[in-house]
């Protein structure tokens, strides 16, 4: 029946309601044609024009953002460039300008180790060993100056008229011996007491004449002379001292020198008495001496 086959054809060639619609946006991927007998030709026709509003759906369609976008590649692909920021820009033009400068200062160093003439190689100080001949020296002055009488070193020396020199305490001691072992005999004696205050004071003035005062010292010897005293020796010699030991300043000074090199200190004087009777060490033993 040819005029129903037409009439089939008829509305196989004017696109329906609803292939209107698919011109819009659709999730659709194929598009089914409900005429089975037409002919081959037109069936591609629609899939071609299918094809057609994919690719605009697909061009329509917004992009992901870029944090979703995840990027496919090879291990053996070269890693791509990237841009360098302006603070690492900045990093690497400073570690440029320090490598420039770092070459420069070497060239410098070479020019001037090539200009500078060879030093001369300073002379080693010898490390100070202990000097085994000094060592003898100062063993060998300590003993002069150590005393005789305790064999220590005389702090405080005193010399006699003979020439012999000890400690201060040494020489009071052995003259103590010698007072009390007089005083036993004549308990009466004082040498402080023996020369008249009058006299002392006379021979104290500076405006005295001179034949008074040859006047008064001949008085003062004839009393030292006719009063006894204590036989006071040198405990080297046993020669009779007669007058006051007199300090020795040279060996004071010269202990404390051997001491300070031996790294020893004075020993530690006691205070003196604010009123004291007798004003030199010797006193209580030897009288008024004009």
């Not at 870029?66 to 590649?73: L, M, T, V």
């Not at 009390?180 to 005295?208: E, F, S, V, W």
Request: charged content about 25%.
């Amino acid at each position: 029946m040819p005029a129903t086959r037409s009439g089939v054809r008829q509305g196989s060639r004017q696109p329906g309601p609803y292939l209107q619609d698919m011109a819009g946006p659709s999730n659709l991927d194929f598009v089914h044609v409900v005429d089975d007998e037409g002919p081959p030709r037109k069936r591609q026709a629609v899939e071609r024009k299918s094809n057609k509003q994919r690719s605009k759906q697909k061009a329509k369609a917004p992009l992901p953002p870029a944090s979703e976008i995840i990027e496919i590649s090879s291990d053996e692909d070269e890693p791509l460039a990237k841009k360098p920021s302006g603070s690492t820009a900045a990093f690497e033009k400073r570690i440029n300008e320090l490598e420039e400068e770092n070459k420069n200062l070497k060239r410098a160093l070479a020019a001037a180790k090539t200009a500078q003439p060879h030093p001369v190689p300073l002379a080693k100080v010898p490390t100070p060993t202990p000097d085994a001949k000094s060592d003898k020296v100062l063993s060998a002055i300590e003993e002069h100056v150590s005393c005789e009488v305790c064999t220590l070193k005389m702090w405080n020396p005193f010399t006699l008229a003979c020439g012999h020199t000890f400690c201060k305490d040494c020489l009071q001691d052995w003259f103590s011996t010698a007072h009390m072992q007089h005083l036993t005999a004549n308990p009466t004696y004082d040498p402080q007491r023996l020369i008249p205050l009058h006299l002392r004071a006379a021979l104290a003035r500076h405006d005295l004449a001179a034949p008074q005062r040859r006047h008064i010292e001949r008085e003062i010897a004839l009393i030292t002379a006719s009063t006894s005293h204590p036989q006071y020796s040198c405990p080297t010699c046993r020669v009779l001292v007669r007058a006051k030991p007199a300090e020795n300043f040279v060996v004071k000074h010269l202990v404390r020198t051997i001491a300070a090199a031996q790294g020893e200190s004075p020993p530690k004087e006691p205070p003196r008495a604010l009123h004291r009777a007798l004003e030199g060490p010797f006193d209580g033993f030897f009288p008024f001496v004009v």
